[in-house]
């Protein structure tokens, strides 16, 4: 079973592997694809117990078979839970990570579950994953009965334009209100000319306010519609952040902050987010110039703001 190819259509990628941890990322991404008008892509990886070398087609064509019943399974699931959309698969050999990778050239974004364990085994596709897609990598948790609201880090990092326009696009999308949170007790990323406001957190928090609030003004006045609360913090991002997420449904970071200079390896702040938040965390990559990473074209937090807008923090660790 493999009939993910459907041209140059959108879709919204899910890793699935028919578990319970895996339902509520399940129920996320058939809501993605109903907001976003995509089909729905769903990814199964299946694993070769033996060496390479070993050639078994009965054994591989029974591994294979598992594979297509749990994908077979999980579409009646979707629709079940109301997809009503194109609903295709995707049988991969290897792990859910490369698969999933690879198959993301037309995601708008990546959804994958995570296990209840705190914190998360470091091989773990909801770890593994965001440090190397190219796409916005959701990790969802059990939603809780209660309205939804949305909170974003900001830290002025190179992830910093695709997160806020992530939050305030999927803010618009499904009618949430949106906190954007700026932690700003990071003297080790702060300039030289900052560092005296370290010593009077006051003043340090009005230094701060302007720059975000001249950050956020873009992306209000493109999604006029979404509620946005600022909240400038004298703490450290991943303390504020665990703060803020106590009311949220989601939390939106970028893959990699102020201090991470290796691309191939996840923010720290991020990785905490995703052992730590009891919310549901989306992942996003910096855009980089001159190559296909970041948001499908046309994705609504692709959108750059002008030029002249002003420069904000986006807490990604």
Known sequence: MNDAPAGGRPNVL????GSEDNDA??????????????????????????PESHVDPRVEGTVRRVGENILGEGVRRARALGADGPVRTCLVRGSAAAGLQRESERAELI???????????VWSTALRLPAHARRPVIVARRARAR???IVVGFDG???????????FA???LRGWPLRVVHACWEPGAASEAELPLFGDAERLVRARTGGVAGAVAPWRSRHPGVEVELAVLPDPPREALQAA?????LLVVGARGMGRLDPRVLGTTSEAMINRAPCT???????????????????????RPSPSAGRGRVSAG
């Open 25 to 50: 990322a399940l129920r996320w991404a058939v809501d993605e694809a109903a907001l976003r008008g995509c089909d729905l892509v769903m990814c199964y990886g299946w694993y070769w117990p033996y």
């Open 281 to 303: 965390v989306a992942i996003v990559p910096a855009w980089r110039p001159g190559t296909g990473d970041g948001l499908t074209e046309g994705a609504e937090g692709a959108e």
């Open 14 to 17: 899910l890793g699935y592997d």
């Open 245 to 249: 997420v106590g009311e949220a449904d």
């Open 170 to 172: 999927e803010a618009a």
């Open 147 to 149: 309205p939804g609201r």
């Open 111 to 121: 959804v994958v579950g995570a296990h209840d364990r705190r914190p998360l085994p």
């Open 157 to 167: 990092s190179p992830g910093a334009e695709p997160a806020l326009g992530f939050a």
